[in-house]
């Protein structure tokens, strides 16, 4: 199988260091072994959003389909790789032996790429949320911020420079957007998110 594992294996793979890090990793399940497969990766999934560092799991899985993918979001490369080198991952993947096809995929991305990232190869099971889903998600999680921003914040920046109070816009917004409100907004409406209606 192939996974990304061992020391330096999550910086070979060009993740950056300091932004959140989305990684899927695609399985093929043993036919016959589908069952065994969805709660071999229920048990990975909890595993995974109990381990520190850790933003959100997904599991995908079509009915009928022997593929699923299991989506894992960490804070940073370091958190990630913390996961990838711990025993208990390792432990769970050593019972996978004998439920698995061969055929596995990983696949990573970072920054704001992450909100609404699926692997591009599996196309014939899941497809990327439709860009009016991405559109309105996006849209109800920023609202709030916005709100909040010029509620509290704008009035303390008001005797600041233009150039200044531009700044602080972007910069608490899209942080809190990445770090904090898409991990939690994407993980909340993930079924709606990811069906074909």
Do not use: C
Request: no cysteine; charged share 20%.
């Amino acid at each position: 199988m192939t996974t990304v594992s061992g020391p330096t294996s999550a910086r070979q793979h060009g993740l950056a260091d300091d932004e959140p890090v989305t990684v899927v990793f695609s399985w093929r399940a043993k036919p016959g072994k589908e069952n065994e497969f969805a709660k071999w990766a229920k048990g990975l999934a909890s595993a995974a959003a109990h381990f520190p560092g850790n933003l959100s799991v997904t599991v995908i899985h079509e009915q009928g389909s022997r593929d699923f993918h299991i989506i894992v979001q960490f804070v940073n490369r370091e958190a990630l790789q913390r996961w990838l080198d711990s025993r208990e991952r390792a432990r769970l993947h050593d019972k996978v032996r004998d439920i698995a096809d061969a055929r596995t995929a990983v696949q990573q991305r970072t920054g704001l790429e992450t909100w609404f990232y699926v692997p591009a190869h599996a196309g014939e099971t899941i497809k990327p949320p439709p860009r009016w889903k991405q559109w309105l998600v996006s849209l109800v999680a920023v609202y709030p911020l916005v709100l909040l921003f010029q509620a509290f914040i704008a009035p303390w920046v008001a005797g600041w420079p233009l150039w200044a109070r531009s700044a602080m816009f972007p910069l608490i917004i899209l942080t809190l957007m990445t770090y904090v409100v898409m991990p939690l907004v994407s993980r909340l409406l993930g079924r709606w998110l990811y069906t074909s209606s």
